[in-house]
Structures are given as C-alpha cells and as structure tokens.
C-alpha cells in the first residue's frame, strides 16, 4: 500500500542494479528536477539523488550481528561478472525486523524500496536506508 502510494505520486525511482537501469517515469522527472519535455540522461547518478528507490537485486549478507544485518548487492551482478572495483549498494537492515530473522545463504534476488543516503565514492559504496525488503 505505502509503495502504491509513492509510486502514484511519482516519488519511487526504479532502479535494476542487475541490469543497470533506472526508469521511474514522473520519479525521474522530479528526481532530476527536469521539465516534462527534457530527455532523460544517458546516465543517472544515484548518489546525488533526493528521492525513494525500489532496488533489485542480487543481495548477500555481508555483515550480521543481534542488532543489524548489512546487505551488499554490486552493479550488474547476475548479468556479468562483478569486478573488485564493481560498485555497490548497501544496506543496514534491523535484524529484528527481518521476517523470522533468516537470510538465505549466498546472494538472492530482492526487491528494496529504500531511501537514497549518500554515495561514498572512495569505496565506490552507495548508502540506502532500507524501507522494506521483498523477497
């Protein structure tokens, strides 16, 4: 319900890190404050962006203790190989508030819808605050 209502309002980007691509319509138009009529750019940094995303993805668990679980998903992974200097998305996760606290083993695709936080480009990491996770 919370997800058709951002989506109405045009306030979700879509982005498949898979395939890298964002689509989002009126999201992309706001997010990139264009005006309806501007072409869409060849590539969108999401870093830079204030708005709500809808992540899939290939996710791992990368850390994990009583409190918090961190997600990894890389750029293009399941299309092409990931490269060590493959950028990557991250997500700090409440492990209480994962459904019966289990994580399948190794990676496994996902759905997140999330808040972009920040891009950390020394360890080419982008920050989400993750919303909810669909498997």
Known sequence: ????????????LDVDLRRREVTGGRALIKAL?????????AAVHLG????FVSVRALFRVV??????TVLEARYGEG????????PRVLLTCATSGLRGHAVPEGTFPA?????????????Q???LYPIAIFR
Not at 33 to 41: F, G, I, K, W
Not at 63 to 68: F, H, Q, S
């Open 111 to 123: 759905r997140c819808l999330a808040r972009v936080e920040r891009w950390e480009a020394a360890r």
């Open 1 to 12: 319900m919370v997800v058709s209502a951002l989506q109405r309002e045009g306030d979700v």
């Open 63 to 68: 850390e994990r203790t009583e409190d918090t």
């Open 125 to 127: 990491v982008l920050i």
């Open 33 to 41: 404050t264009l005006d309806v009529d501007d072409p869409a750019p």
């Open 48 to 51: 830079t962006l204030d708005t």
């Open 79 to 86: 299309t092409v190989p990931p490269e060590p200097a493959t």
